[in-house]
């Protein structure tokens, strides 16, 4: 199977597990919406990993912020110090302070990631917990994620130590907006998550990506191809997004590509007329989204665009640019008596098409015997030891 297609089938397969759990969900929910009426605090730090710290901010477009948000990998001192008793927190974490949370009266529901040990890792796979914790020992609830400890979702069989291509981000938002949605409807209608909201904001996502797939595949395979001749020929990758959500997600990440914006934008006579350069936009006509392209235009890149529909600003100005399905400025939820939809899918399916193309050109390079050097998460025993040693020889050669 090719990279960009399996990537595509895992990523999609990811999706529905988690859809199939939207009940599950829809109790979390419930949890977190009995709080919010109660004017207790719901914290939301389902962000460990890159692209979720960006992607659910709460100023990002469709997010109703009804939760306190920390996009780093745990809660800060003080959050903990000012959590109470009835208040409910959202997390990934694995550590003391969350079990003294929980220990307090705070409800807390982990949701299983690859960063994080947990009883469906392999043992001795990822690196062991704080006193050798699983999620078990610390929250009120766990919750399985459905994804898997190797995060990569492509079996490259010229990269045996380690699948390629994150996929943690998708599920990790994909989970945070489901419960978002439910929360949102269940307060604007004085009714009870039950699971059917959550599951309509992943259709969404499945029927504009499939729609991708089915229409675009073959416009994407023949891109990849002229990106991997590009990088072959001392090319580089650049991927920018306005959010830093997909920026991020590309950028130094478990399982992801070394190549990806590890070298600065360069004029032409430098080299920029062989350099690859992506924008990820979450809404049509940004400015910073159309700068990005009239310098990469300037650089003599090959410019690849992905985002809306309406989006003449960036597509007049792409080589090849990747409708995302998504013409919704923020969300893809509606809410009875809010004028504005919630819970924005940009994010997750601009990912998807970025790792789809990256996955393909991948595949098109192996193919062409140039496999590029990727980055195994420090999470995973050896990760850490294994880029020290594999740092310099990409460096050397340039992908």
């Not at 009804?66 to 009835?86: N, V």
């Not at 699948?163 to 994909?174: E, K, R």
Request: contains cysteine.
């Amino acid at each position: 199977m090719a990279f960009g297609e399996e990537y595509y089938q895992n990523a999609v397969q990811l999706l529905r597990d988690i859809r199939g759990d939207a009940e599950i969900l829809a109790e979390v929910a419930t949890k977190a919406t009995d709080a919010l009426r109660t004017s207790r605090t719901v914290y939301a730090n389902i962000t460990t990993g890159h692209m979720p710290t960006y992607e659910l901010i709460n100023d990002r477009e469709g997010n109703p912020a009804f939760f306190e948000f920390t996009g780093a990998d745990s809660c800060t001192p003080e959050q903990f110090a000012a959590m109470r008793e009835g208040d409910v927190l959202l997390t990934n974490s694995v550590n003391e302070s969350v079990r003294a949370a929980r220990d307090v009266g705070i409800y807390v529901v982990v949701f299983t990631t690859c960063y994080v040990n947990n009883r469906n890792t392999p043992q001795g796979k990822v690196n062991p917990n704080v006193n050798d914790w699983m999620p078990e020992d610390v929250a009120s609830r766990v919750i399985d994620s459905h994804i898997p400890w190797h995060q990569g979702l492509v079996f490259a069989p010229e990269i045996p130590e380690m699948t390629i291509c994150p996929g943690s981000s998708n599920g990790s938002c994909a989970i945070h907006w489901m419960i978002t949605a439910e929360v949102a409807h269940a307060l604007a209608t004085e009714k009870t998550p039950d699971g059917n909201i959550g599951r309509r904001y992943v259709d969404i996502l499945l029927e504009r990506i499939a729609d991708v797939h089915s229409r675009d595949l073959t416009n994407l395979n023949s891109t990849a191809v002229k990106i991997a001749e590009r990088i072959i020929d001392g090319g580089h990758y650049i991927v920018r997004s306005r959010n830093l959500g997909v920026e991020s997600e590309a950028s130094t990440v478990a399982q992801g590509l070394m190549l990806a914006n590890a070298f600065p934008s360069r004029p032409i006579d430098e080299g920029g007329d062989k350099d690859t350069f992506l924008i990820a936009a979450v809404s049509s006509n940004d400015p910073q989204d159309i700068t990005w392209a009239e310098e990469a235009s300037t650089n003599g890149n090959y410019i690849i665009g992905i985002g809306p529909s309406e989006n003449h600003g960036l597509r007049d100005r792409c080589d090849v640019y990747f409708d995302n399905r998504c013409h919704e400025p923020s969300g893809i939820i509606p809410i009875p008596g809010c004028a504005d939809k919630v819970c924005p899918a940009t994010g997750i399916l601009n990912n998807i098409i970025m790792y789809m193309l990256t996955a393909q050109f991948v595949d098109e390079m192996c193919r062409c015997g140039a496999v590029p050097y990727f980055w195994m998460g420090g999470y995973r025993c050896g990760g850490g030891d294994y880029n020290e040693v594999m740092r310099p020889f990409f460096l050397e050669r340039g992908y």
